[in-house]
């Protein structure tokens, strides 16, 4: 008997070993949104480093490999305005007084950037996602930027790399006359939930982007493999200074390099 248990403990083990090694050789792929099709979406392309001027045009994008998708929500009440997305940018400066308001939103910070629209990206590539948007206790709505598998189909979502905007940095630093700098002991955080294809709640999962004194300012790892496998996430900025209407600091940061497992 106790050599027949030990040979069904063995074999179970082997079957855990297998499914583990199984996991690990998924396909992965890394969405860099470098290349002519990406470039052509970009604020660049558009000329312009406003966000709400590009989604007037209408704005989504794709990527075919994965179906990752994604597309702007735009209240249109008082002209294009952009509440909620995920828009390519190469737009990148280590000015953050020059690019520092909301008419630079699309400006990713680069300490060592050398032209406005290239090598911002992560290692040094030009292409990256601004994400614009939040929802909390006093929002208008949920205006969380998101992103989707177009054919519906699980993955998970293994991580990415995430770095401030200069919008953010120079409001967060300095303050403006609709928002105080942060002050000790505030903390601006982003954050990430998932979502299964019968849209459940799969987990949320979270990083520190800024606190007094102690900012994001390079493209620095995102770990989203706790989402386990989604059809969709939704993300999140919260907390800093803020009135009856919520955060007064800008609603903003960058994402580049998405790695996907399928």
Known sequence: MKHFLRSIFCVALLALAACSEKEDDRPRHLLTFEGAEWTALSASTYGEP?????????YAWRDEKSSLSSRALVDYTYGAYIRGGMLVSSYNSGDIATYGDYSKDL??????????TQGG??????N?????????????GDERAEMFFADGRERKVVGCVVNSTTYFLNIAQNGNPFSAPLAEGDVVEIFATGYDSTGAETAT??????????????WTEWDLSALGRVAKVRFNIKGGPATEWGMTTPKYFAIDNIEIEE
């Open 107 to 116: 400006y990713v910070y680069n300490a060592t950037s050398t032209s406005p």
């Open 121 to 126: 990206g992560a290692d040094g590539s030009d």
């Open 128 to 140: 990256f996602l601004i994400v614009v948007g939040n929802y909390d206790d006093h929002s208008n």
């Open 205 to 218: 999962t979270s990083m520190v982007l800024a606190r007094k004194g102690s900012y994001i300012t390079e």
């Open 50 to 58: 406003y966000s709400s001027v590009v989604v007037a045009e209408g």
